[in-house]
Each structure stands twice: as C-alpha cells, then as structure tokens.
C-alpha cells in the first residue's frame, strides 16, 4: 500500500486522474490558438474601419495572456506523459519511479531539496489541476481582450 495516497486510492488511479487533467489541456491550447486568430482579425478590422493603428495594441495586449496558456499548456503536456508512465505501474513500482523522478528533478534543477522528501501523488494531482486552472484563466482573459477588442471596433466602425 503507498503511504503517500491517501486509504483506499491508488497511485495508479490518482495518476489516471492527474492524466486526464493534463489531456484536457491540448483542447484549451487549440481554442487559445483559435481566439488569438479572431482577435488578430479584430485588430486588422479595426485598423480598417478607424485607420487607427492602435487596434494593434489589442493584439499584443492578446498575446500576453495567450503566452501564458501556451506555456501552462507546455508544462502540463509534459506532465501528462509523466502521469501516463505512472498510471501503468503497480503501487509500489509507482512510488520507487516518482522518487526517481525527484531526484531527476533535484538534479536538474539543483535546488537543495531534502533526498528523502518525496510529494505524494495527491499534491501531485492537484499541482496539475492548479496548473489547469491557471491554463483556464489565461484562456479567459484572451476571451476579455477579444470583447473589448470587438466593442471597440463596433464603437468605432
């Protein structure tokens, strides 16, 4: 039994959880993508109906939050082939791996992190349903931007 999940939860299920989280985060990318598109022809529309360049700002003001879903989108990419790894493994060989894993990352990243400290899986699941809800709110500002975008070109058509 893992002492690190918590009674009657398996790393193999909690891992299949924090996976799914993950696989939803390639369909939020694409709407990311989708949104900096309108928004992109918003401006180019705005430059065409006021012959103001100023519309552009609402490009870039759209790239920012864009960038942030981009990389949140990155991180938690990675992290689901991690969790996919995980969910296949038995309960003990899925402890022995995310502690190799720790130690990977301790290495890589040389942060004094005590050896013997390893996250259970549930802080781990919800380190990535964080992650998503990040990925979420920079999604809905993209969606902020591109209203205003759309009131400002309908104000000034």
């Not at 039994?1 to 939860?9: H, I």
């Not at 299920?13 to 924090?18: D, E």
Request: aromatic content about 8%.
């Amino acid at each position: 039994d893992d002492p690190l999940s918590p009674p009657g939860e398996s790393a193999c299920t909690l891992a299949l959880i924090g996976f799914s989280a993950c696989e939803a985060s390639g369909r939020l990318h694409s709407w990311s993508l989708t949104l900096l598109w309108f928004t992109g022809i918003v401006a180019i529309l705005g430059v065409l109906s006021s012959g103001s360049e100023a519309a552009f700002l609402l490009l870039v003001a759209s790239l920012v939050p864009a960038a942030c879903q981009a990389c949140f989108s990155w991180r938690l990419t990675f992290d689901k082939q991690i969790f996919a790894a995980w969910a296949q493994l038995q309960d003990d060989e899925s402890q022995k791996a995310q502690r190799a894993f720790d130690a990977a990352l301790r290495t890589l990243s040389k942060k004094e992190i005590p050896a013997g400290e390893v996250r259970s899986m549930p802080d781990r699941v919800m380190g990535v349903r964080r992650l998503h809800r990040f990925q979420i709110a920079a999604l809905l500002g993209q969606v902020l931007v591109l209203v205003i975008g759309l009131l400002w070109v309908s104000s000034h058509a």
